[in-house]
C-alpha cells in the first residue's frame, strides 16, 4: 500500500467542511476520487478548494478543522 500526502497550496485556515453546519467534505477512511474536494482554505476571507489530486481508497487528515496551516504543510495522507 503506498500512501500519499496532500499538501496545502497556500498558508491560511483549512476547514473541512462547506459551512458550519454542513457535514464534513470527506471524513476518515473515506475514498477520494481526484478531483473530490476535501476541504478550504480561507486567505483574507476568499476561500480556496483543496482538491485530492489522486484517487484512493482511504483518506486520513492530519490537519483538524479550523487549523492555521502554511503553504506546503500536510493536510491529509491517501493510501492507495
Known sequence: ?????????LPGVFY???TP???PYKNDGDAV???DVIGLIEVMKSFHEVKA???????HFLADNEDAI???DVIAEVEG
Open 1 to 9: 500500500m503506498s500512501k500519499q500526502e496532500i499538501r496545502s497550496p
Open 16 to 18: 473541512r467542511r462547506p
Open 21 to 23: 453546519d454542513s457535514p
Open 33 to 35: 476520487a481526484a478531483d
Open 53 to 59: 489530486g489522486v484517487a484512493a481508497r482511504a483518506i
Open 70 to 72: 502554511m503553504a506546503g
